[in-house]
Nanobody
């Protein structure tokens, strides 16, 4: 199973983008989902997640600026990114999440991601 992220692009600092990710195949419509990002030279990082009950969690660097949401009927997860900064430049990926001892981990194959570039 692979999830395809879309919606990336080039935007000026302070701008907004909305990323989308459609789940298919064996991924349950209520499975926990997450958005990751990876910048050159850095490890891939889970930046936002949403669980089956709709609760969300964010890393501090995006808290208050990014919002993860889901449309269960469309099996799609979104990442609304506002007040973008140059340091948000990265390839963004989505994945379904498993949970082990309170920690999330990706359970599907990685797709190609979508590039987000924020210019200053």
């Amino acid at each position: 199973v692979q999830l395809q992220a879309s919606g990336g692009g080039v935007v000026q600092a302070g701008g907004s983008l909305r990323l989308s990710c459609a789940a298919s195949g064996s991924i349950g419509s209520l499975n926990a989902m997450g958005w990751y990002r990876q910048s050159p030279g850095k490890e891939r990082e889970l930046i936002a997640n949403i669980n089956s009950g709709g609760s969300t969690t964010y890393v501090d660097s995006v808290k208050g600026r990014f919002t993860i949401s889901r449309d269960i009927s469309k099996r799609t997860v979104y990442l609304q990114m506002n007040s973008l900064k140059p340091e948000d430049t990265a390839v963004y990926y989505c994945n379904a999440l498993g949970v082990s001892r309170g920690n999330y981990y990706p359970i599907a194959s990685w797709g190609p991601g979508t590039q987000v570039t924020v210019s200053s």
